[in-house]
């Protein structure tokens, strides 16, 4: 049996041995909500799909749309028709005799993808028309865009449904309109209902009743089960698939690019002309013109798919490569990462400080590691732009603790002042102090000033403050705060660092650190 619970052996599975794309991200992925694309944004895609990513074919309008649409379409056919691309350049049109076709011979377009009724009820309730009377304004529309130099292609729009409920009505329409000269007749699964075994029956019965005819596939991803469906509509022989840039479509949208692209080439051996190295890149181009942006988690495209976040896996890679696959990060110009947070291991701090060309010492690795797991437990994931962070502060730090940290709570409100709830631990005493201030890190040097000076320190003067994240860091990145303190008595001024995930907190154990110092000073 197969991935899609087809059977391997029926006679009527002809495996094609290369399928082609038509990406219609910029026509049905721009009927995602919220989803615009300028005309400017609408070239860019496009170039990329056909010469970064090798996409076959590209649907990049609906005509009649608007002046501005129309300006749009002619830079891409502009640019396409200077670059050889004109021909794989498709713009949806309609049942409507002349103004879909002067709308895209005007835009300078070759290619009408006519959006047909595929379903009976489509036909009789939407337009009010029997499907002689709809077959003709077909034929009258092909007509006139061939006349007028035009490829012709056909939607049967909600096939899918059309083919359940009344399988008659799709075999009568394409018996009228089969001969008319349009070229590929493309099969939508306009609601995404379909299951892989249906796919795989309909789509082998049209094949059988009209072999000379060019079969489609249009996926739909309601169900979740677009990627599926694309793999048993090959293995019914279709040799062309519908799909958009990171899932973009109405509702839950069309199938992956990326995904069936890749799955085809590693589960079915048929090859495509897709460029994987570039996935990465114009997925993220999308993203941005679209502000639509991928799950950290989406296969192939995700920001986690190529992290380890286990130990054990990181572990398991170092000792031969034990929890790697076929999707190797290299293969679309990506790198392999291994999260750093509670559940790290050894294995796992080492890669990301060899990424860093660093070299620590066993003891100071196991600091290292220590204070991962520990940070984890106050934040998810501590990225590879933390860990200089972690490792200076590590370095810095020093085996004697005189002033150990308990407990500190803060509580701060917009319009009054903050207040804390110190706990430390001195030479083996506990002490136990309230503070207020203007902020949490005020409070609590007010807290921890009362309780030095019950002990006949002093706290010394502020000098300088600065508090600073990793580059490019994220809102939750770890935040390194170094203070100066003024010189007490003969002493030189002493600057100490603190390393948190919360900017207070960073600012207190950089401050715990000094009086740790001057403690130690102290005694000897």
Known sequence: ????????????????????????????????????????????????????????????????????????????????????????????????????????????????????KGSEKHCTQQLGKTLPQHAADIMQTVRYARDHGLRVNAYLEDWSNGYKDNPGYVFGLLDLIGTSGIQHFMMPDTLGVMSPAEVYRALSDMRSRFPHLQFDFHPHNDYGLATANCMAAVEAGISTLHCTMNCLGERAGNVSLAEIAVVLKDKMGVRTAIDETHLAAVSKLVERFSGKWVAANQPILGADVFTQTAGIHADGDVKGGLYETQLSPERFDRKRTYALGKLSGKASVLKNIEELGITLSPDNLKKVLQRVVSLGDSKETITADDLPFIIADVLESNDYQHIRLLDCEIHSNLDAQSQVDLQVEINGTEYRQSGIGNGGYDAFIDALTRILAGLGLVMPELVDYSVRIPKGGKPGALTECTITWAAVGDERNLRTRGVHANQVYAAVLATLRMVNTRLHLQAQ
Not at 1 to 19: C, E, F, H, K, W
Not at 46 to 67: C, G, M, N, P
Not at 80 to 95: D, I, Y
Not at 101 to 109: R, S, Y
């Open 1 to 116: 049996m197969s991935n899609t619970g087809i059977n391997q052996n029926d006679p009527a599975r002809l495996l094609p041995d290369y399928v082609a794309f038509m990406d219609t991200t910029l026509r049905d992925g721009e009927q995602t909500q919220g989803v615009a694309f300028t005309a400017s944004e609408k070239l860019t895609i496009a170039q990329a799909l056909l010469e970064q990513l090798k996409i076959d074919r590209i649907e990049v309008a609906s005509a009649r749309v608007s002046a501005g649409e129309q300006a749009g379409v002619r830079a891409i056919t502009e640019w396409a028709a200077a670059h050889g691309h004109l021909q794989q350049v498709e713009v949806l049109g309609f049942v409507d005799g002349k103004p879909s076709v002067d709308w895209i011979v005007a835009a300078g377009g070759k290619v009408l993808n006519l959006l047909t």
